[in-house]
């Protein structure tokens, strides 16, 4: 070992260009230190010129493999939320941290209009039923409907600050959920409205059942309520040991809408016969005796959940990046799907088995819920998928991202 030390303060060897040459330095009579010396060397490097390969950034390195077929680069901030109009799904409508939102064609990109008027960041954008109309809404409360054809804003009204904005399955009425817990209801463009009062706290999700007669809200406390819509009362209230323990994070229900599945920062799922109002099973991944609270919420809170329509499954997903698949039938745990990162939304294909992910690290996934194996990953954004929607049968998805784009991925696999 002294005999190392002593060759290292005895000699030190530099390449300079093309040739070797060697210096004797003695260090314990030199002032500069070896750092010193590397940083007067770099200083003499003209990094304009030198060769690009060997410097890239991480970022640039991850813009290189762009997988999507279309990029919608009108927003100037991070683009929250994207709908995709239900009749010819040709057209898509997004919101982003810019205050403003715009409908634009998913085929060529064209903007059809732009939905002017926003005074915060829009966070909800949505298509009526019959994709006559579309509605977007900013944090501030500021709701507006436009009718797409005239491409002209036809009604337009304020509520607290907005939680979440919902059209109704066949009727051009509008729903939302607020911040002081109340959600509201319109007839569009007459604009006649009925409020549904809440707990004092965030109605902070809600779904309005297949029936179009009842709507299921959740809540920043933990509980839900199931409303009927026509004589304006609660059908059901699930709160206490049988309700959540945190806020209501996601919301979806089946076909025939027999059943809801709801989700929270409690990482915890339940699903509910709305019917009864009953319980039917509690679904949840982790071992949370190992973590207190704080840390339950941070690291498993529930993100998404859904049904899937072939097979007696769902899917849920959570923060810290596991999609787990349970079986409807024996509520047991059926496949564990592990991302690197944190999931944001996850979608079933209407007519298959296999449910779509996207996520904080850019990237949409495509999973096989029957092997629980990776079907695809499709890459393209510089920044986390903030929300996403396939269209009818399943060929193309469009993604809104942190980087200020919006992106148009056609999915292709082997059994299409």
Same mark, same amino acid.
């Given at each position: ?10 000699d030190t060897v530099q390449l300079h260009g093309d040739e070797e040459i060697i210096e004797v330095i003695d ?5 500069? +230190? ?47 939320? *994207? ?59 500021? *709701? ?31 729903? #939302? ?26 109605? +902070? ?62 990482g915890q799922t339940k699903l509910i016969n709305t019917s009864t109002g009953k319980v039917l099973g509690s679904f ?37 990046? +596991? ?39 850019? #990237? ?18 510089? #920044? ?9 049968? #399943? ?22």
């Amino acid at each position: 070992m002294e005999q190392a030390m002593e060759n290292t303060e005895e000699d030190t060897v530099q390449l300079h260009g093309d040739e070797e040459i060697i210096e004797v330095i003695d260090l314990n009579d030199t002032e500069q +230190t070896t750092t010193d010396h590397l940083v007067e060397e770099l200083e003499d490097v003209d990094f304009a010129d030198a060769d690009d390969e060997g410097w890239e950034t991480e970022d640039e390195m991850e813009a290189e493999q762009d997988d999507s077929d279309l990029t919608f680069s009108k927003h100037t901030g991070s683009v929250f939320c *994207i709908s995709l109009d239900p009749v010819t799904n040709n057209l898509a409508v997004t919101g982003g941290e810019d205050d403003k939102a715009y409908l634009w064609n998913v085929i060529d990109g064209q903007v059809v209009f732009e939905c002017t008027g926003h005074k915060d960041s829009v966070t909800c954008a949505t298509f009526s039923h019959d994709s006559k109309l579309v509605a977007t809404g900013d944090m501030s409360g500021l *709701i507006k409907v436009w009718k797409i054809d005239t491409k002209e804003e036809i009604w337009s009204f304020e509520v607290g600050d907005l939680e979440w904005l919902q059209w109704h399955p066949c009727a051009p009425v509008l729903l #939302a959920g607020a911040a002081d817990g109340n959600m509201w209801m319109w007839k569009i463009p007459s604009g006649e409205c009925k409020t549904f009062q809440g707990p004092n706290c965030q109605a +902070t999700s809600g779904k309005i059942l297949p029936d179009g007669k009842r709507v299921m809200v959740g809540y920043e406390d933990g509980t839900l309520r199931l409303w009927d819509l026509k004589q304006g009362n609660t059908i059901h209230v699930i709160k206490g040991h049988d309700g959540h323990q945190g806020p209501l994070t996601s919301m979806e229900c089946n076909k025939d809408g027999t059943l809801v599945l709801t989700g929270s920062t409690d990482g915890q799922t339940k699903l509910i016969n709305t019917s009864t109002g009953k319980v039917l099973g509690s679904f949840s991944v982790g071992n949370s005796e190992e973590k207190n609270m704080t840390e339950l919420q941070d690291s498993i809170s529930v993100e998404s959940v859904g049904f899937c329509n072939v097979l007696p499954l769902v899917a849920v997903a959570y923060l810290d990046g +596991t999609l787990a698949i349970y079986d409807l039938t024996t509520q047991s745990l059926r496949h564990r799907c592990k991302h690197e990162v944190g999931i944001v939304h996850l979608q079933w294909e209407e007519a298959s088995a296999v449910v779509a992910t996207c996520n904080l690290g850019g #990237a949409v996934t495509l999973w096989d819920a029957r092997s629980g194996k990776m079907v695809a990953e499709y890459r393209g954004h510089t #920044a986390e998928i903030l929300d996403f929607k396939l269209n009818r049968d #399943a060929s193309i998805a469009v993604t809104a991202g942190g980087d200020h784009k919006a992106k148009v991925f056609c999915l292709q696999r082997p059994d299409r």
